[in-house]
DNA sequence: ACCTGAACACCGTTCAAGT
DNA sequence: ACCTGAACACCGTTCAAGT
């Protein structure tokens, strides 16, 4: 008798399709090679993604990008003022980190796909930042700095990564060092927006 | 009698690549159809770019990314103390411009192909730094800084203006206001590495 | 040296058909 | 409702052949 086969779920063929990345690249990413893992047809994914493998990257996306800075008691008395420049801190290395473990799928956020996928984090930051007492304006402009930096940085980061290689050592960046002296500067200079 | 026919270079391969890239997406770039842009079989292509679309895109990358930020003359007397930041706010300004005149180039940029092309870029970025009186470490890690902020910031910005339609009109955001904000913070936090 | 033609092993996707 | 098989219009690339 056959194994019972898992039910085929588009949470299931994300995460799937996120391993495949993560294992191979984001070359390696085929419908037919996702059909493979996931013991199935290729076809049958488009039945439940009819956007095909457009919908797919989509969901990649939405799956990685989405991590809010705000914690999920939105008024905790306990965090002092001034309190919002380490909860950032924690935000940016957890973020830094989750785009490193899926660095496949760093491309697919530089492109103009679901560019939706970004709004929820963008606005977690703003509300930390007015909670923190920076006027409307200035907390939309500082979500948006401090966004722009995590991704840029890390993105530099994986880059270089990827040219370290036996025969150029010369170039030898304490990357964790790096990205918090950048954040630092980054949060260093919210304090002077109106 | 046949019109003499341009001779195929490297460089006019990487300059028709990018207007297609520019004109129709990365997407629709394929050998084919740089082939017909060119009025040549694809697999000319070959002989110039040996190591085929992976050298393509690392010539367009190359091509894109290469903007240095300090002027050709390297020791400008009259460059005062504190005209750094000046001076990096255009270099901002002209990197973003050109990141978004070629959007399409920005996906690859976040790619671990050609990790070289912002070699050039990062060394002059630091330069700045060091004739502005940073010591070589906070040059470093401030070149960084910049550099991720103008990349990841233009990468959102790029995003946002793929969701931005008629019936979606309530997110108005004055990018270049954003963008000079964002800089501006950057630049202010710089005063605080050692 | 420079380009072409034909071929190979792949893609994403449609569509009728099965259960 | 859910999946399959065959087919279509594409890809990037190799390789022998032309000039």
Redesign the pocket.
Same mark, same amino acid.
């Given at each position: 008798m056959a194994a019972p086969r898992e039910? @085929?779920t588009r949470d299931r063929i994300i995460d799937t399709a996120l391993h495949i990345v993560d294992g191979q690249g984001l070359s390696r @990413?085929? #419908?037919?090679?996702l059909g493979d893992a996931l013991e199935? %047809?290729? #076809?049958?994914i488009?039945?439940?993604l009819p956007r095909?493998? %457009?919908e797919l990257l989509d969901g990649l996306i939405a799956h990685v990008a989405a991590l809010p800075a705000a914690p999920v008691r939105p008024d905790d008395e306990r965090s002092a003022a001034g309190d919002w420049r380490s909860q950032l801190r924690e935000w940016g290395a957890a973020y830094r980190a989750r785009l490193l473990d899926h660095a496949g799928v760093l491309p697919l956020l530089v492109t103009r796909r679901n560019p939706a996928a970004l709004a929820a984090t963008t606005a977690s930051l703003r509300d930390v930042l007015r909670r923190a007492g920076f006027l409307d304006a200035a907390a939309a402009a500082g979500a948006h700095t401090l966004l722009g930096y995590v991704i840029g940085h890390t993105a530099l980061e994986a880059r270089a990564q990827a040219a370290r290689r036996a025969d150029d050592p010369d170039e030898d960046i304490d990357w964790d060092l790096r990205f918090g002296t950048g954040l630092n500067v980054v949060l260093a200079g919210l304090l002077t927006l109106p």
């Open positions: 039910p @085929l @990413l085929t #419908m037919r090679r199935v %047809e290729a #076809m049958a488009y039945h439940h095909g493998k %457009e």
